[in-house]
Structure formats: structure tokens, C-alpha cells
């Protein structure tokens, strides 16, 4: 359901969406509301970007990410970025929002703060252009949601 909503919604806005079948078939540690909170903030900020900034051709990708400890995945797109001193800012909770970006950042912060009760962790992945944010899980701690479900 949620991924028919979010191709739907990028194809009436001429915005390419990319997604990893294998996400379908992973659980995570979140209760449902939780995880759909975490993934339409990402995405939101994204389009919000694009929007703004005149974004031609605009594209995110959610991939499957894993290694030999951690699951989750990443949230990729082609706007205007961020660098890794803006990101800290936007998610650390005692930050007085006074950098560039002063009247967003609460979603990051709320993400950060619900993964971090749950095992989970936001970070910052460095890429040329755009901005690439992941989502991880200790895969001890995994059980729960598929929220990628149809």
C-alpha cells in the first residue's frame, strides 16, 4: 500500500522513485506508524528540496543496505545536498537551530531520537551530489514490521 501511494504520488510530480524489491522481504524493530513516519519524513524533506530548488530530473533511490552486523537502508537523492557539519546539527537534540537551515531539521531530530529507543541509528553517508541518508538496525535486534509490504 504505502509504495503504490509513493509511486503514485512521484509519477503525477514527474519525480523518479527507485526501490529495492529486497526491502519487501526484511522486518524491522519499529512498529508500523513509526517506520511510515521515518520514511515519508526522508522522502518529504527530499521533494521539499527538489521543489525549492528547481530540481531538474529529480530522483531518490531506497535501497537495501547490509553488512555483517547491520540491516536497514539508504535514502539517496539528486537535490542540492547537505554536508555532514549541517546533518549533525539538524539531528543533534540540544542544537539551538541556528544554522542556515533554522526552521527545519525537527523531523531529523524526531527520526534520530525514535531510532535511537529502538536500537536503530540515522546516518550521514557522504556522496558527490545530493544528499544520502541510511537507516540501520542491529540485525540481533530485528523483528517487527514489514512496512514495505503490498
Do not use: W
Not at 77 to 104: C, I, K, P, V, W
Amino acid at each position: 500500500m504505502i509504495l503504490e501511494i509513493m509511486f503514485h504520488e512521484f509519477s503525477l510530480h514527474e519525480m523518479d522513485l527507485e526501490f529495492d524489491e529486497r526491502l519487501k522481504s526484511v522486518k524491522f524493530s519499529l512498529p508500523t506508524p513509526d517506520l511510515v513516519h521515518i520514511i515519508l519524513n526522508l522522502i518529504s524533506n527530499s521533494v521539499k528540496n527538489f521543489i525549492e530548488n528547481k530540481i531538474q530530473d529529480p530522483r531518490i533511490a531506497i535501497k537495501y543496505t547490509e553488512n555483517d552486523s547491520q540491516v536497514g537502508f539508504e535514502i539517496t537523492d539528486n537535490g542540492t545536498g547537505m554536508d555532514e557539519n549541517t546533518f549533525n546539527n539538524l539531528t543533534d537534540l540540544f542544537s539551538d537551530g541556528t544554522a542556515a537551515y533554522q526552521h527545519r531539521g525537527i523531523g531529523l531530530r524526531l527520526i534520530s531520537r525514535i531510532l535511537e529507543k529502538r536500537g536503530g541509528h540515522l546516518l550521514f553517508i557522504p556522496v558527490n551530489s545530493g544528499t544520502c541518508l541510511r537507516v540501520g538496525f542491529n540485525k540481533k535486534r530485528l523483528a517487527g514490521t514489514k512496512v514495505f509490504d503490498n
